[in-house]
């Protein structure tokens, strides 16, 4: 169960407006964040500005490092995923996954607001404001790492570790098609539908045969949201700036095609 709430900071300790150093900027902030087992984490965020894109990263309480970059160029999220091996079954030292997804406006504040983010006193323990719903998604189709850095050149760092397990949606392919990307990159893969005898990783009896796999990851603390507070000069017009920030939460659970079971030993009945 979650932990009670903590009460939300004054924004105006979060956001600090202070000009940037020059044009661009390249900034990383580190949040103290509480995990829904009260275990507590450290999560870093980074944000350049010029690039126009931001990443989070932290551990989650499973040990697995989770890492979100957000590319708000070329409007794709990515999520890459660290999951430490079961060295006694079989697999190596650590497993990577990266998920792919569109990134839709104002999921996540903009890079150069996230670059301003300032906090008063780093030894707090930071817990979001809101939580936003579990969101299932369908990861039906293998990107190619070789001609990934088309579509986000950001793909080429953050899944150098996952080349062989990089997945999107085929509703998503279909919105950067229309952009222009290369469709030679993207692999639909085996569904349900394709093989009835296709089973969920969690009810296949043997390890080397392929099935359907789960995994799920939370960002537990991100700014989502710009806040806007108001004043008069000294005529009397109102005017709003941007006066600190909405921190939200969100969890995601993955289903995906693995050509067998031994890649997908966590998704298993208990």
Known sequence: MRGPRLPALPALLWLALAPLPGPAARAELRVRVRLPGGQVTEESLQADSGADCVSLELRAADGALVTLTADFRQEVKIFRALILGELERGQSQFQ???????????????????????????????????????????????????????????????????????????????????????????????????????QRCRQCPERWRPCLCSYSLSIEWYPCMLKYCKSRDA????????????????????????????????????
């Not at 949606?169 to 639909?188: A, C, I, T, Y």
């Open 96 to 198: 990577a996954l990266c998920f792919v997804t569109r990134l839709h406006r104002n999921e996540i504040i903009p890079s150069e607001s996230m670059a301003k983010l300032r906090q008063k006193n780093p030894r707090t323990v930071r817990q979001a404001e809101e939580v936003r719903g579990l969101e299932h998604l369908s990861m039906d189709v293998a990107v190619n790492f070789s001609k990934a850095a088309q579509l986000s050149s950001h793909i080429h760092n953050v899944c150098a570790e996952a080349r062989e397990a990089i997945y999107t949606r085929e509703e998503d392919v279909k919105f950067w098609l229309e952009k222009g990307v290369d469709g030679s990159m993207f692999e639909v893969l085996p569904q349900g539908s394709d093989l009835p005898e296709l």
């Open 235 to 270: 005529a009397g017009r109102l005017s709003s700036y941007k006066c600190g920030i909405r921190s939200c939460q969100k969890g995601y659970t993955f289903h995906y095609y693995v050509p067998q079971k031994q890649l997908c030993l966590w998704d298993e009945e208990t």
